[in-house]
């Protein structure tokens, strides 16, 4: 088994937690993806149609600027993709980061935090962003399980 990355996207710094006590229990790398304009609460209003989030989440084309160039993704086989889950799938900005790299021939396991909702139609709307990675559904980490349960979990799905 190869290097393993856990890259993810937090935005209040729920899936920040989740990702690096995933990244802990599995003994991997972890890297934020970051904004090149970072989100402020306003920008996070889901309640305000003419919020950031909201504009970029009722366009699913909008891909916002990520920073690049800080991580070499041809170092590691395996990426624990994290995310919230934002209007029932991944944040555009997710989009952005898998068309910013090539993920050919990487294993991309997908996991979320959510306030209520699960992965849905997650994967499918991500596969074409990195159509040359093997996508896999992985599950909500909401900070309920323990550093033994997400080494079970990781190592099932990292097969």
Sequence with gaps: MG???VAYFSASGTTAKAAKELADAI?????????VAPYTKADLNWMDKKSRSSVEMNDRASRPQVVTGDVDITAYDTVFLGFPIWWYTAPTIINSFLESRDFSGK?????????GSGL??????????APAAQFVEGKIL?????????KVWA???RR
Aim: net charge positive; glycine share 6%; no cysteine.
């Design 3 to 5: 290097k393993t990355l």
């Design 27 to 35: 003994s991997a790398d972890v890297y934020e993806i970051k904004p």
């Design 107 to 115: 294993r991309i396991i997908v996991f979320a935090t959510s306030g």
């Design 120 to 129: 849905g139609k997650t994967v499918r709307d991500l596969q074409a962003s």
């Design 142 to 150: 909401n900070g309920r399980n323990s550093a033994a349960d997400l």
């Design 155 to 157: 190592e099932s799905v």
